[in-house]
């Protein structure tokens, strides 16, 4: 019998197992940033029961897309997730939340409150097993930023998927810092060139060996030796250990 793939379960519309769910290259970089650098690693008991997500999704009156099922699933109610990272900022909503679709955007990641500026799942999607992430701006709208893609005038095409936006939302946990990640996780700002039109230090990049996060988007380049060292360009590096700390301040010491 031939095993099946999460494409597999995706295009039926059905949950895959946990395991499969973990094992996945979509999903493996957030189980590894979790189980790498939270002080709690994922476990059975980490996210939302398949019944939980049938009875709200019934509740709401909204289809769940299988890859957003995945992440409840995986971690929703993780310590790393469900806090929120900042107050009242860039907190990740759960699935029983009430604002939870608003404006044609179903929100899976609020970054301001205030603006209700978030990244979510526009409905018009909401049929697609893994469709594009869409974010919305209270501040902005198409004339103030004419170089990003814009969708009905008023929402922005990110070219995330739903893991690559998990992934860097929960970033902001090591840039911080969180009181949530391991006691060892240090942070080290670089310089980064400026926000605008600045480059990524490729000299650290190779001279650490770091590979780019397969995820050509908006949201700024992020590499990784895949263990000890996230470096984030427009935030700086976050180190797990003193030794990869160590190894950043060396890689970016001025040349004599």
Not at 62 to 68: F, I, Q, S
Not at 132 to 149: A, F, Q, Y
Not at 219 to 224: A, E, K, L, P, Q
Request: proline share 7%; aromatic share 8%.
């Amino acid at each position: 019998m031939t095993s099946r793939t999460i494409e597999d379960y995706r295009r039926r519309n059905e949950d895959a197992p946990l395991d499969l769910i973990r094992q996945s290259e979509d999903w493996k970089p957030v189980v590894r940033l979790i189980d790498g650098w939270a002080k709690e690693k994922l476990g059975d008991d980490s996210g939302y029961s398949r019944e939980e997500l049938d009875h709200w999704s019934g509740t709401l009156g909204v289809r769940l897309p299988p890859v957003l099922r995945e992440w409840w699933r995986l971690a929703g109610r993780h310590p790393f997730v469900e806090p929120g990272l900042l107050p009242d900022n860039s907190k990740f909503l759960t699935p029983r939340e009430r604002p939870l679709v608003q404006n044609e955007l179903l929100a899976i990641a609020v970054d301001d409150i205030q603006t209700w500026s978030c990244n979510g799942i526009h409905t018009d999607f909401l049929s697609e097993a893994n469709p594009e992430v869409h974010g919305i701006n209270g501040t902005i709208g198409p004339d103030d930023d004419l170089s990003l893609t814009w969708y009905k005038g008023k929402f922005i095409a990110t070219g995330l998927r739903v893991p690559a936006l998990i992934f860097t939302t929960l970033l902001h946990h090591l840039f911080e810092p969180s009181p949530l990640i391991q006691d060892t996780v240090g942070h080290l700002k670089i310089d980064r060139q400026g926000l605008r039109g600045g480059k990524p230090d490729e000299r650290l990049v190779s001279a650490l060996g770091l590979k780019r996060f397969p995820n050509d988007t908006i949201v700024g380049d992020i590499y990784s030796d895949g263990l000890d060292i996230i470096y984030w360009w427009m935030r700086g590096c976050a180190c797990r250990t003193p030794e990869a700390a160590e190894l950043v301040r060396r890689a970016t010491r001025p040349k004599r």
